[in-house]
Nanobody, 126 residues
């Protein structure tokens, strides 16, 4: 069974930092991508990831909303993907989900992702 476990959320003041982690188990492939999505309070989950990383070569994608503030990385030996979030803003408040895309070409579109974690809440106070 494929499982993704997101963790690391919490309450932080604006300008602060948090590090999210996504632990992947039960999946084996030469190549896949792990993406991070978010859902703000009272809104639908965004249909496009804020960031993703490709397993085989570590290539990354960032949305304009987080570029320069967030950094995605992977530890393939531990099957873990991290999202370092710096200079957090109140508008970053959301439940953050990690998800796995198992087919190329990899995408930031949510419908391309096959497996999802349960989400972790990030709250940024002003």
């Amino acid at each position: 069974e494929v499982q993704l476990q997101a963790s690391g959320g919490g309450l932080v003041q604006a300008g602060g930092s948090l590090r999210l982690s996504c632990a992947v188990s039960g999946f084996s492939s030469d190549d896949y991508a792990i993406g991070w999505f978010r859902q703000a309070p009272g809104k639908e989950r965004e249909g496009y990831s804020i960031s993703y990383i490709r397993y085989s070569d570590g290539s990354t994608y960032y949305s304009d909303s987080v570029k320069g503030r967030f950094t995605i990385s992977s530890d393939n030996a531990k099957n873990t993907v991290s999202l370092e979030m710096n200079n957090l803003k109140p508008e970053d408040t959301a439940v953050y989900y990690c998800a796995l895309d198992r087919r190329m070409p990899f995408s930031n579109w949510e419908l391309e992702y096959d497996y999802w974690g349960q989400g972790t809440l990030v709250t940024v106070s002003s």
